[in-house]
C-alpha cells in the first residue's frame, strides 16, 4: 500500500512539471509557463520563484531546444524570477510580471549569444 501511495504521488508531481525534447518527439504537456532552452549548452535546476519562495523546479538537465512545463496558479500582476544553472554552475536568474488566467501560455527562451546568457520572452 505504501508503494502504491508513493506511486500516486511521484506520478502527481511529475504532472505539474516537466521537460521534453521541442523536436515533436514527445506529447504535449500542458503548463501556462512554458521555457525552452535555445542554448548548445544544457542547463540544470531550472526553478521559478515568487516572493523569495520556490514555486516550481525541475533539477533535470534542459538541452538544446528542450522545453519545460511549469504550471502558476492563475494570478494577475504576478512578480516571479525564472533561474537556471549553467554547466559552469553558475546560476542565472530574471524577474518578469505577467497576468495567469485559465487560458494563457507564458513563453520564455533561454539563450547563449556571444558569451552571454539571457532569459526573456520567447517569439
Known amino acids: 500500500m505504501k508503494k502504491l501511495c508513493l ?3 511521484s506520478i502527481t508531481i511529475l504532472l505539474f512539471t516537466g521537460c521534453g525534447a521541442a523536436d515533436h518527439t514527445v506529447s ?11 542554448a548548445t549548452q ?11 519562495q520556490t514555486i516550481a523546479v525541475s533539477p533535470d538537465a534542459i538541452q538544446d ?3 519545460c512545463y511549469f ?5 494577475n500582476d504576478y512578480v516571479y524570477t525564472v533561474s537556471f544553472v549553467d554547466q559552469q554552475g553558475e ?4 524577474e518578469f510580471t ?3 488566467t485559465k487560458d494563457a501560455q507564458i ?11 539571457t532569459i526573456d520572452y520567447d517569439n
Open 7 to 9: 506511486l500516486f504521488s
Open 28 to 38: 504535449h504537456q500542458d503548463g501556462n509557463l512554458i521555457i525552452t532552452n535555445y
Open 42 to 52: 544544457e542547463i540544470t535546476n531550472t526553478t521559478i520563484t515568487h516572493l523569495g
Open 65 to 67: 531546444t528542450q522545453i
Open 71 to 75: 504550471t502558476i496558479d492563475p494570478a
Open 91 to 94: 546560476e542565472h536568474a530574471r
Open 98 to 100: 505577467d497576468d495567469f
Open 107 to 117: 513563453l520564455i527562451a533561454i539563450r547563449y549569444d556571444d558569451t552571454a546568457w
